[in-house]
C-alpha cells in the first residue's frame, strides 16, 4: 500500500480549476500531512466569497488506500476504495454510494482531468497545476 500512496505523490500542489462557470474561480489544493496521509480542499469562490468548501483525504487504513471525500451534502466522510494506481492515474470506486460512485485523477504534464462518474453519468473537472 505504502508503495501505491508514494506513486500519487503528484497530486501535491495546487490545481486551478479551468472548467468552471464564468464569474467564479475554482481550485483544489493537495498537501502531504504523513507519512500514510494526503489532505485536499476543493474551494469555489465567487468574486471574494468562498461559496463551496469540500474536504479531501488520501489515507492508508487497515492495510488499504482510501480516497475519504468530507462534503456539505453528506453527513459524514465517504471512503472509496482505491482500486488502481498508475504513474499518472488512480481511481477510487464505493460502488454502495449513490453518487458518484467512481472518482479518477489523471495528470498529463501539468493538467490534471477529476472525473466523477455512476449511474450512467459522468462529470469531468479540468485544472492546471499552479506552479
Not at 471574494?48 to 462534503?71: N, Q, S
Not at 465517504?78 to 495528470?107: L, Q
Amino acid at each position: 500500500m505504502t508503495k501505491n500512496f508514494e506513486r500519487i505523490q503528484w497530486l501535491v500542489g495546487s490545481w486551478n480549476r479551468t472548467n468552471v462557470k464564468a464569474g467564479l474561480t475554482a481550485f483544489e489544493q493537495w498537501t502531504k500531512l504523513s507519512p500514510t496521509e494526503l489532505q485536499g480542499k476543493g474551494v469555489i469562490v465567487k468574486e471574494r466569497d468562498t461559496i463551496f468548501v469540500e474536504k479531501f483525504k488520501i489515507v492508508i487504513e487497515g492495510g488499504a488506500l482510501y480516497y475519504v471525500a468530507d462534503v456539505p451534502e453528506n453527513k459524514k466522510p465517504v471512503y472509496f476504495k482505491i482500486t488502481k494506481v498508475t504513474a499518472n492515474e488512480f481511481v477510487c470506486e464505493n460502488p454502495d454510494h449513490d453518487f458518484p460512485k467512481v472518482i479518477t485523477y489523471k495528470k498529463e504534464g501539468t493538467k490534471l482531468k477529476a472525473t466523477i462518474s455512476g449511474n450512467g453519468k459522468s462529470l469531468n473537472y479540468f485544472f492546471e497545476q499552479k506552479l
